[in-house]
């Protein structure tokens, strides 16, 4: 029995017909997988943007919640990290989906191998713009305000600042990798963070994260390497862990396959 991680899926851009695509293969994917999960991670971001209103949610996406159903009525822990797309996700998926709902970051050991797993957005130094932001967004008062905002209006706003942020960053990426012919992610945040987190709790063999988009498995020192699960936008990669070595996957073309470095 194996566990599985994804993460950034992204579902609803760059428009209806192109997530749908992506969609079915996430279901693909779930279908496959199912046959020897033990536990299944989807670590934050399945949507651009996600909030429950008392009565409504988003339209869309029934597949994959029929898929996740199936899944959980299976027998088959399904978790979900809310990432900074979905930070306003709260008791839907619990309730209707038997998903457990990750708020914070967690522990987990299987076989002996410490794992530490969060999306990772708002980890590491620096990065106090979206840090003060993420406190704004969680404030229960402001999430109350934008309850009452019309869905259809507050869905479209929220998906226009999600772009421009998601459009911002990547522009970034291109531009470092266009001046140094990649990106450094030994200089990377969250690497920064987990190479610090170390120093209190040296036993972390794997340290999981999303949010960056780039799939890598580097070392930490010693014992410990550090995953990006990339993301199901471009990537469509994955990270399975078989009881005694973690590896990271693509889904690209419906096929699993080993993530080499020319990926």
Known sequence: MKIYFASDFHLGIPDHDSSLIREKLLVQWLELIRKDASEIFLMGDIFDFWFEYHTV????????????????????????????????????????????????????????????????????????????????????????????LHPDIGTRMALYFSRKSRYANELRDQKEIRESGKIDVSKERLYAFASDYLKSDPDIDYFIFGHRHIAVDLPLGGKSRF???????NNFTYAVFDGRELSLMTFRDGVPAALTPAD
Do not use: C, M
């Open 57 to 148: 949610i988003p339209k869309g996406f029934a597949r994959l919640f029929g898929k996740l159903a199936e899944i959980t009525d299976q027998g088959i822990p399904v978790y979900l990290f809310r990432g900074n797309h979905d930070i306003w996700a709260f008791d839907y998926f619990e309730k209707e989906l038997g998903i457990s709902l990750q708020r914070e970051a967690v522990i987990r050991e299987w076989n002996g191998k410490r794992f530490f797993l969060s999306h990772g957005d708002g980890l590491g130094p620096g990065d106090s713009g979206y840090k003060f932001l993420k406190k704004v967004f969680e404030f229960r008062p402001n999430q109350w305000l934008f309850n009452w």
């Open 227 to 233: 995953i990006n699960l990339g993301d199901w936008v």
